[in-house]
């Protein structure tokens, strides 16, 4: 009797072990898996900061769309007294603006100043892009709130640098 209680001691030894292995798996797998999302995804709300805004994936470029829609739908935004999303919406205006006259070619990872950069040679442009980063940036960063008069501002200098693209 003591080599069949020794074999199913071994046996639930080897059991528990591949139970313990198994759930150490399972919550690394699960562990990576909450760090790729966090990387890929950031947890950022995007560009805009609103599921009610033009929605934009990590992978387009803001040029795919008029610059007349984000404009639109920063007014409608704003409308609604949503002007942090207003704001966002303004911003990838401009962005759509300056790519779709090839100033800028598309490529993840760009920032607002990479953006800057390729318009300090049109003053128009460039004084319009700084307008609209300058209201932007300290409300999507939390320094500020976003109000109707940021707002304001930053449509005027909207309307400034790219007021080409306005239909109304």
């Known amino acids: 009797m003591a080599p069949i209680a020794h074999f199913l001691g071994l046996m639930l030894h080897f059991i528990a072990y591949a139970a313990l292995a198994a759930v150490v798996v399972l919550i690394l797998a699960l562990a990576a898996r909450a760090i790729a999302a966090g990387w890929s995804g950031r947890s950022r709300r995007g560009a805009t900061g609103a ?17 007349d829609v984000f404009l639109q739908q920063a007014l409608l935004l704003a409308g609604r007294r949503e002007y942090r999303e207003a704001l966002g919406q303004l911003l990838l205006g401009a962005m759509s603006y300056i790519e779709s006259r090839e100033w800028i070619r598309y490529r993840r990872g760009l920032t607002v100043r990479d953006y800057l950069r390729c318009v300090r040679g049109r003053p128009e442009q460039f004084a319009g892009l700084k307008v609209v980063v300058d209201a932007y940036e300290p409300v999507e960063y939390g320094r500020h709130p ?12 909207y309307r400034d640098g790219f007021a ?3 239909t109304a």
Request: proline share 6%.
């Open 51 to 67: 599921v009610s805004a033009v929605p934009l994936s990590h992978d387009r470029s803001p040029g795919e769309t008029a610059a």
């Open 146 to 157: 976003a109000t109707q008069s940021v707002f304001e501002s930053a449509l005027e200098g």
């Open 164 to 166: 080409s693209t306005e």
